[in-house]
């Protein structure tokens, strides 16, 4: 651009001039913004870049000033746990003086049981600690996850329980299992049972499919699918309701497949061991001075066979029809029943130590003996250490606490007359003790016996002579005495009396309770423990995490919770108990101690890290002083300059105007 032509019109030397004194203006301001507030960077514009990667920084710090200050609040978390298990193991070495103490021969059972009063408060405060340690109200020893600790060989299938309730009628006493069940099993169909009966006619259900099973917690029933009074089995229907019930339940392991237990299960069997449980009544002309009877409990076989083989069509469900018949005379054509012993004065008695014996007929099966097992008798005799009070107390320990529990006296007897006799009186003849007997009060005798056939009878392909038992009890009171309770065991078997067996009106006459043997295919099943953990965030990101995680306490863990020194043998065990304890204990202050001195480290690298990014940060944004400074004295001069020379060209133009004057 020329300047040489002379023009009042357009200054272009001003305008020249002005142009350069406000980009200096605009360049002093700005290094007078940098001066003033230290940063180089105030606003995006000033460096756009720059500013992104300050920012970024900024959070890092900030986040990793916190992280640190999170790592201290570890630490002292850490403390605490430790300290209190510092305490709990203090504890220990004490409980583990006191067993020691208690397990030496010198001390008695007193002595002992003084010692394991304080064994007991030092538990209880070990547990207290477990149970309310806590920092910043958080329990440290309170379980928030549970972790696999190991795994245990288990069966696909644990066990196959059963139970099977039958009221014994005319329409169903051959159609109860003879040979326990059979269990099918299939991945596609599911689970379906089969027997054969005591006729031996074969019995299936329908399946029941895997989806209703789990629906059902793998129980069902059977008679639910035996298909309908019209179906297959219409057999085992009366009046539209099954005859026989059968309940089967299962537990499979969580992790087995259904291939798992089908293998557990096809081809498998459960036993069924059924009973028939009956009453009794007694007939004849004598009715004073009678035995009670409980029980009878019959064989299932015996029960089939009675019925089964019976001339005169015993029928369960009537009270009279004749089942078992014990007489000492002949009763509808039955023979003669024998007793054994026979003895009628008390010498007698005194003297017979023959074992005692009944024999009778029983319909269906024949000739039978009800032999005596055992005669127990319990009584209300004052104890001497406890007059007054016709029990005794019996002590004992339960989870390591001392319990006491008052027991009648029970006694026995043997299984002879001559046993019995001379358990209820002494040499006098008398019953209470004040007469050399042994009861101050009322006595109850019960004498159990056992059923037997002379010839095995049959049902279902097999044959048995066990047919069953049932007990006879008499009361002794007071004023009784050898010749009494004779005379009351004479009246009661003698040869008028006749005892009536019929079906029990419980209504479920047979029953049992069973558990079925799966296959041996096994999994691996893992085993669960309590796990407290904590994370403590150690850095600005989210993943910079450390885990606190240790197992949780308590007397359990430990495995000193039954611990006592109430014994010599309990003081002894329980030296091993607390050694096992101490061991735990430690073993978790090491890991505490750990975590302890990692977390210091993180520290120490969170506040190296924070350092180092902000000194990286001050170069982006902070102010180079002399830099600026040296900038903005040149910038003074060059804005001095400018204002004189836009002064000098203002000036140029007032001398052109004085030529035209």
């Known amino acids: ?21 406000g980009i200096v203006n605009d360049r002093k301001a700005k290094s007078t913004e940098k001066l003033s507030s230290g940063y180089k960077i105030n606003r995006s514009a000033d460096d756009a ?34 300290g209190a298990l510092n305490e709990v193991d203090d504890m220990l070495k004490r409980m583990t003086e006191l067993a020691i103490k208690a397990a030496n021969g010198t001390e008695d059972d007193a002595d002992r049981e003084y010692i394991d009063k304080e064994m007991q408060q030092l538990k209880g405060e070990c547990n207290r600690i477990f149970k309310e340690t806590s920092y ?3 329990l440290i020893w309170k379980a928030n996850a549970v972790k696999q600790i190991g795994s245990v060989t288990q069966p696909a299938v644990k066990r196959v329980s059963t139970y099977s309730s039958f009221d014994i009628k005319l329409n169903n006493y051959d159609k109860i299992p003879y040979n326990g069940f059979k269990v099918t099993a299939t991945a596609g169909d599911g689970v379906r049972i089969s027997w054969k009966d005591y006729n031996n006619t074969e019995h299936t259900t329908e399946f029941v499919s895997w989806d209703t099973l789990k629906e059902n917690n793998y129980r069902f029933e059977i008679s639910d699918y035996f298909g309908g ?79 089964h083989n019976s001339a005169s069509g015993y029928n369960f469900d009537t009270p009279d029809d004749i089942f078992i018949e014990p007489s000492l005379t002949e009763n509808s054509g039955l023979s003669n029943l024998t007793r054994h012993p026979t003895a009628t004065t008390v010498e007698d008695a005194l003297t017979d130590n023959t074992g005692w014996q009944f024999s009778f007929n029983m319909e269906g099966i024949g000739p039978v003996k009800a032999t005596v097992t055992g005669i127990s008798y319990s009584t209300n005799d004052y104890q001497e250490e406890d007059e007054g009070r016709w029990w005794s107390w019996y002590n004992y320990t339960y989870n390591g606490q001392p319990r006491q529990e008052r027991r009648g006296h029970s006694y026995s007897a043997g299984n002879t007359l001559q046993g019995l006799m001379n358990s209820l009186t002494g040499n006098t003849g008398s019953l209470p003790k004040s007469a050399g007997g042994m009861n101050d009060g009322t006595a109850s005798y019960t004498m159990s016996m056992s059923i037997t056939s002379d010839s095995p009878y049959s049902y279902g392909t097999g044959s048995s002579s066990t047919v069953g038992s049932m007990s006879l009890s008499f009361t002794v009171g007071q004023s009784d005495t050898q010749q009494t309770v004779l005379d009351k065991i004479n009246r009661a078997l003698n040869d008028t009396t006749v005892l009536d067996f019929s079906k029990s009106s419980s209504g479920n006459d047979s029953g049992s309770f069973s558990y079925m043997t799966v296959g041996s295919n096994t999994i691996e099943e893992p085993i669960w423990g309590g796990v407290c953990n904590i994370d403590i965030q150690a850095g600005p990101e989210a993943d910079h995490v450390i885990d606190i995680m240790y197992d949780e306490l308590g007397l359990y863990q430990l495995g000193i919770y039954t611990a006592n020194t109430l014994t010599q043998d309990d003081a002894t065990a329980a030296i091993d108990q607390l050694k096992t ?81």
Not at 626 to 650: R, S
Request: some cysteine.
């Open 1 to 21: 651009m020329s300047l040489s032509t002379t023009s009042i019109v357009t200054n272009l030397l001003g305008m020249n001039a002005n142009r350069q004194l």
């Open 581 to 661: 304890a101490e061991y735990v204990v430690s073993e978790q202050r090491a890991q505490f101690g750990a975590y302890q001195n990692r977390l210091e480290h993180a520290y120490k690298v969170n506040k190296n890290a924070e350092e180092n990014t902000q000194y990286a940060e001050s170069q982006i944004r902070d102010t180079d002083m002399a830099k600026e400074m040296v900038q903005n004295a040149k910038d003074n001069i060059l804005q001095q300059a400018g204002q004189t020379m836009l002064a000098q060209a203002n000036q140029s133009r007032q001398g052109m105007l004085q030529l035209l004057s």
């Open 136 to 138: 910043n109200d958080r």
């Open 229 to 307: 009074p019209d179906g297959p089995n219409s057999d085992l229907y009366d009046a539209g309701l099954p005859v026989i019930k059968h309940t089967v339940a299962f537990n499979p392991n969580e992790a087995s497949t259904i291939d798992d237990m089908v293998t557990s299960l096809n081809g498998r069997s459960i036993s069924n061991g059924a009973s028939a449980s009956m009453s009794a009544s007694w007939e004849g002309a004598d009715t004073s001075g009678k035995f009670s009877i409980s029980g009878p409990s019959l064989n299932y076989g015996a029960a089939y066979a009675s019925r």
């Open 49 to 82: 870049a720059g500013l992104a990667i300050s920012e970024k920084m900024r959070r890092q710090i900030r986040g990793l000033h916190q992280s640190a200050e999170n790592i201290n609040e570890g630490v002292g978390y850490c403390q605490v746990a430790d």
